[in-house]
Nanobody, 124 residues
Framework: QVHLVESGGGSVQAGGSLRLSCAVSGDTYSRNCLGWFRQAPGKAREKVASIYDGAHTDYADSVQGRFTISQDNAGNTVYLQMNSLKAQDTAMYYC??????????????????WGQGTRVTVSS
């Protein structure tokens, strides 16, 4: 089992920044992938960013160059630094963990553990 708890959401004006944090605990074998997903009202959940084995990162096209995913050395905390926020970034953000069988990449179905979510609201 893996337990995840997000923090750091809030309200910000367009162009501003927020940093989300996620405390991760539990079985380390089950989590070579850590990631952030988001779901806006009326929309499907989408993968925002992921990090494989603490090194290989991947981003959605919509956030490339604006968001950065990172984790501490122990893999117990994963961060999402969000800069140049836009109104369309408004969503509930979820931290997730899982295990990918493919070296270097995390696919959305690989994520089986989820946090409770933290809300991000960007006003224009």
């Amino acid at each position: 089992q893996v337990h995840l708890v997000e923090s750091g959401g809030g309200s910000v004006q367009a162009g501003g920044s927020l940093r989300l944090s996620c405390a991760v605990s539990g079985d380390t074998y089950s989590r070579n992938c850590l990631g952030w997903f988001r779901q806006a009202p009326g929309k499907a959940r989408e993968k925002v960013a992921s990090i494989y084995d603490g090194a290989h990162t991947d981003y959605a096209d919509s956030v490339q160059g604006r968001f950065t995913i990172s984790q501490d050395n122990a893999g117990n905390t994963v961060y999402l630094q969000m800069n140049s926020l836009k109104a369309q970034d408004t969503a509930m953000y979820y931290c997730a963990a899982g295990r990918s069988p493919v070296r270097g990449y995390c696919f959305s179905p690989d994520f089986g553990y989820w946090g409770q979510g933290t809300r991000v609201t960007v006003s224009s």
